[in-house]
């Protein structure tokens, strides 16, 4: 028995969106837009298919370095849960080493893992910081996600503007202020404190 195709029912449920919308879903121009819609979601929300061990990989390595591990401008996209629109901007992710590290090209691997499924910024920020914290046991995590939301610049309120930041603070992250301070600036942000 074939295993089904992932979202095999959504090109139906697009020629139906289609027709509700009044168009012609056989028309040139759409007669492939609900395959080609399939394949966009699919691609869209490959974090949820994602194993995190084998995103890992063993690529965690011993150490001697307890200085802060700075990543920043992390560019990345995900899907607004509520309206299913695009949000995007860029991710900055640190850590205080204890004993280990990370292949630097983890991190973003990561970001992408929670960026690419539906979405809201603020459980994003948290899962991302809590994977690290979780996985590498190190003395603390900051992450900080800046964001443009399209479900605010083309709908709603309609503000192009508007920026979204939430952060998630881990460890010696919340409780010193030294070392939030410390991330903020090699993020390009000050500290409030």
Do not use: W
């Not at 194993?51 to 607004?80: H, K, T, W």
């Not at 900055?92 to 499924?117: E, F, N, Q, T």
């Not at 899962?127 to 046991?137: I, P, S």
Request: hydrophobic share 35%.
């Amino acid at each position: 028995m074939d295993e089904p195709i992932p979202g095999s029912q959504i090109p139906d449920a697009i020629r139906t969106l289609l027709v509700e919308l009044g168009e012609e879903p056989t028309r040139e121009g759409l007669a492939g837009t609900p395959d080609r819609v399939r394949r966009m979601y699919a691609e869209l929300t490959d974090g949820y298919r994602t194993d995190p061990e084998a995103l890992l990989n063993g690529a965690s390595f011993a150490v001697d370095y307890d200085e802060m591990v700075v990543v920043r401008d992390i560019e990345f996209y995900s899907l607004c849960e509520h309206h299913l629109l695009p949000f995007f901007g860029k991710a900055h992710v640190g850590y205080l080493p204890r004993g280990k590290v990370i292949g630097l090209s983890k991190i973003p691997r990561v970001v992408d893992m929670y960026a690419h499924r539906l979405q809201v910024q603020e459980r994003m920020t948290q899962q991302v910081a809590g994977f690290l914290m979780e996985r590498l046991d190190p003395k603390g995590v900051g992450c900080v996600i800046e964001a443009t939301h399209l479900c605010t610049v083309m709908r709603g309120v309609k503000k192009q503007e508007a920026t979204m930041v939430t952060s998630s603070m881990l460890g010696t992250f919340r409780r010193d202020a030294r070392t939030r301070s410390e991330f903020l600036t090699f993020i390009g942000r000050t500290s409030e404190r």
